[in-house]
């Protein structure tokens, strides 16, 4: 008197497509049973209880004809939820259930409430209620199927014994149990066809991931992010923005490339911009692109803390990225690399375009404006360990870090002179207060910046200072001596 349970079976019918492809050696689990099927068998089985009823005398002659309506109806719904108006209806499945409870009830009410055929009929309707539609479905199913039995009943009246023969009732009973085991065995089917699929997509999701963060390492993590969670399309568009824009290079590495092997030379450069590139993202900047031994970054998109924050960020990341170039001069020159590479750095702030430039089927997110031109300018201009930064940076800046006037410029698509300014250090660290401190000779290299030291770690640097101090005294003694 109703179908099995087949909620999923679409999504494990395209899912269970997908592991055969992605796995042809998988065992292929069975659908779930059709409707049409579990319909079929819930009606054979009261009719076989019917047809025993009559028989044997505890049901009245004339149910014999609902033999004949038990065995037809199943073919009847089929041809209604198939062939009709009814199969567009999004919750078929649930209306055609509940006409089976209502079905099942009038039956019910007609063999006037005899227990164990009526017990069984109610059951296999409840179960499979429950199984396709849950406890609304339960509730509902069961609310239908009371109202039919009473009035049913209170047409037909009670039976003459509420108790079945022995065959009658046995042949409900294993009916039913034929009727449930099957429902329950493609349930159970179905359960583990949607348990492999669950394990399919797990590991499709992880191999994604796991995908995902590889090509993120060819984008900016801001840019990689926000394409990631939707917040950006992968199309062809720019708009304009005002943005920090951030050259640097390193003096002397041409000379360099000359000496070295190519080899070593690639991992030194990998070494640089590993570290450059920590700098970067440690003060939200968007790394545009590495050009040779250039670095191009910028402030102020896909996300922006507003313009003189995004100014402050850049230019506290060139001081930072200064500072960083000497403790990596002093490991290059305990492997042997002797050059005296020095990093220089351009700034400037203004309205760029920025955005995806290029062909629908490859394309690079950049910016473009002549404000970029200005800060390439400006880090070919700087000096070895120099900062250079245009006038609008300058005056987004100038509460919070000390600049040095370096007069005017004339910069192509800009019509009058700019002027420029070097860039001291952090206010908060001039004057006797300042936490970094660098010393440099041959055969000696200091760098100290207090803020990053912690007080396990000064008692450590001071032990050591002392001990070189202790042997430098000495050494001074034996010379005079």
């Known amino acids: 008197m109703m179908g099995a349970p087949a909620d999923l079976r679409n999504a494990s019918n395209g899912l269970g497509k997908s592991l055969a492809s992605d796995a042809p050696n998988r065992p292929v689990a069975i659908p779930p049973m059709p409707d049409y099927s579990g319909?079929?068998?819930?009606?054979?089985?009261?009719?076989?209880t019917i047809t025993a009823g009559v028989w044997q005398g505890v049901f009245q002659q004339w149910n014999i004809w609902l033999v004949a309506a038990a065995l037809i109806w199943p073919h009847i719904a089929h041809m209604l939820t198939r062939r009709t108006f009814l199969?567009?209806?999004?919750?078929?499945?649930q209306k055609m259930l509940t006409t089976d409870c209502i079905i099942g009830g009038g039956f019910i009410g007609c063999i006037g409430l005899v227990a164990i055929p009526s017990s069984m009929v109610a059951l296999m309707l409840t179960f499979t209620s429950l199984i396709i539609g849950g406890v609304r479905q339960w509730l509902i199913g069961c609310g239908f199927m009371a109202v039919s039995i009473l009035a049913f009943y209170s047409i037909f009246g009670p039976a003459e014994s509420y108790q079945s023969p022995l065959l009658t009732s046995m042949l409900s009973i294993l009916f039913t149990s034929v009727f449930i085991c099957v429902t329950a065995f493609y349930s159970h089917q179905q359960a583990r066809a949607l348990m492999l699929a669950k394990t399919q997509i797990q590991n499709q999701r992880e191999q994604s991931i796991a995908l995902s963060h590889k090509l993120s390492k060819y984008l900016?993590?801001?840019?990689?992010?926000?394409?990631?969670?939707?917040?950006?399309?992968?199309?062809?568009e720019t708009q304009r923005k005002k943005l920090a824009v951030f050259f640097s290079d390193i003096k002397g590495f041409t000379e360099l490339s000359e000496e070295m092997e190519p080899e070593a030379l690639t991992e030194l450069l990998n070494h640089y911009f590993n570290g450059m590139s920590e700098v970067a993202l440690k003060y939200g900047g968007t790394i545009d692109k590495f050009v040779g031994d250039s670095i191009m970054v910028f402030f102020g998109d896909p996300t922006?803390?507003?313009?003189?924050?995004?100014?402050?960020?850049?230019?506290?990341?060139?001081?930072?990225?200064?500072?960083?170039?000497?403790?990596?001069?002093?490991?290059?020159?305990?492997?042997?690399?002797?050059?005296?590479?020095?990093?220089?750095?351009?700034?400037?702030?203004?309205?760029?375009?920025?955005?995806?430039?290029?062909?629908e089927n490859r394309m690079d997110y950049t910016i473009i404006g002549k404000e970029v031109n200005l800060a390439s300018r400006l880090e070919s201009l700087a000096e070895p360990g120099e900062i250079l930064v245009s006038y609008e940076t300058f005056s987004l800046i100038k509460d919070r870090i000390m600049c040095r006037d370096k007069g005017e410029i004339t910069v192509k698509g800009f019509?009058?002179?700019?002027?420029?300014?070097?860039?001291?250090?952090?206010?908060?660290?001039?004057?006797?207060?300042?936490?970094?401190?660098?010393?440099?000779?041959?055969?000696?290299?200091?760098?100290?910046?207090?803020?990053?030291?912690?007080?396990?770690?000064?008692?450590?640097?001071?032990?050591?200072?002392?001990?070189?101090?202790?042997?430098?005294?000495?050494?001074?003694?034996?010379?005079?001596?």
């Open 39 to 48: 319909r079929i068998l819930a009606y054979a089985a009261s009719a076989a």
């Open 87 to 93: 199969r567009n209806s999004p919750r078929i499945r």
């Open 220 to 236: 900016s993590p801001q840019v990689w992010q926000s394409i990631f969670t939707g917040e950006r399309d992968v199309r062809l």
């Open 304 to 359: 922006s803390r507003g313009q003189r924050e995004d100014a402050f960020a850049c230019v506290s990341m060139a001081i930072d990225m200064r500072k960083h170039m000497k403790i990596m001069r002093q490991k290059w020159r305990s492997q042997g690399i002797k050059s005296p590479l020095e990093i220089r750095m351009g700034i400037s702030t203004g309205y760029t375009t920025v955005g995806n430039f290029g062909a």
């Open 415 to 481: 019509g009058k002179p700019v002027p420029i300014y070097e860039v001291v250090d952090f206010r908060r660290d001039m004057g006797p207060n300042h936490s970094f401190m660098e010393h440099e000779h041959s055969g000696f290299a200091m760098y100290l910046d207090s803020e990053k030291i912690t007080d396990k770690e000064r008692q450590s640097i001071l032990t050591a200072l002392e001990g070189a101090a202790e042997r430098l005294r000495h050494e001074e003694d034996s010379v005079r001596e």
